[in-house]
């Protein structure tokens, strides 16, 4: 029997892979990407789209007031039944169950930490370990993402996932709420808790943590594609958070969910609506229009 040449094997397998992930062949499966010198320095192999400011607030105006939960029957409507959702371990740290200010929908803005294989400073001086830390913030974990937020983004970091680190604190996080951010959702921890409960920026975490960045992770990259919660966020993705936890949106099926999760959300409302009547309650944030 004649057989086929493993080499060609190994590219048909390797072709339907990409096809079945959306990807086309030639975007890597060229002979200059798939040469072991092209790989050998690092390659990716998931492009991040850019859209303007102006698509970003058109799309996240389609998805105001909508909730988790009507956003993933919407999600279910377009075939994306168990796509996006993150892992409940991803919550609220506070809720605001009056007005409902832990709620936000935003455009995913990616980064990405990792655990160092560096060492911690040890024991030194005082002022030598305020030396090393500063420098680790500027040379390993510095926070570049900052420049690409802007009104309406939802930062979303995958963290180390075994460091009892901050990465989130109450500082920075309420810088990043003054240049435009919405939200922030990390797959890992958060420190000041208590603080950020308190300024009322919306937070979303695995859980509390209470080192620093430095001897503890490094930023691996900014605007990439990451995995939080379990799922995968691709920059420009829709992020929509509550009570109930936080979902991603594909960018490309945005529109068509958000169109639906509307429907979901009115009928929701309206029904209510006449059972607040028949029950005596009085009218909420949940129900007005």
Not at 104 to 119: H, K, S
Not at 185 to 200: G, K, P, Y
Not at 205 to 224: D, M, Q, T, W
Request: glycine residues 8%; charged residues 25%.
């Amino acid at each position: 029997m004649k057989t086929r040449p493993t080499h060609r094997l190994i590219l048909t397998f390797a072709a339907f892979s990409l096809l079945a992930a959306g990807l086309a062949p030639g975007q890597v499966l060229d002979e200059k990407a798939g040469s072991a010198e092209a790989l050998r320095t690092g390659k990716n192999f998931m492009a991040t789209p850019v859209y303007s400011e102006a698509d970003d607030q058109r799309i996240l105006a389609l998805f105001e007031g909508l909730r988790v939960a009507d956003v993933t029957d919407g999600m279910d409507a377009v075939g994306l039944q168990n796509i996006g959702l993150m892992d409940p371990e991803i919550h609220p740290l506070w809720r605001d169950t009056e007005h409902f200010t832990h709620r936000f929908v935003g455009v995913a803005v990616t980064a990405r930490y990792v655990p160092t294989q560096n060492p911690p400073a040890g024991a030194i001086s005082t002022e030598a370990y305020d030396k090393w830390a500063s420098s680790w913030y500027e040379q390993r974990s510095a926070e570049l993402y900052m420049t690409l937020i802007r009104k309406g983004t939802a930062l979303v970091i995958e963290d180390a996932p075994c460091a009892d680190v901050g990465s989130i604190g109450s500082y920075n996080i309420l810088e990043w709420k003054g240049l435009g951010c919405v939200g922030v959702v990390t797959s890992a921890t958060a420190r000041d808790t208590d603080e950020i409960t308190t300024e009322r920026v919306p937070l979303y975490l695995k859980k509390a943590g209470r080192g620093i960045r430095p001897g503890r992770n490094e930023l691996e990259s900014v605007n990439r594609p990451i995995v939080c919660g379990g799922v995968l966020v691709i920059p420009g993705d829709i992020i929509v958070a509550d009570g109930d936890g936080v979902v991603v949106v594909p960018r490309s099926k945005a529109e068509a969910v958000a169109k639906y999760a509307r429907k979901i959300m009115e009928n929701d409302k309206a029904g209510r609506k006449e059972l607040y009547k028949k029950v005596g309650l009085k009218e909420d944030d949940s129900v007005k229009n």
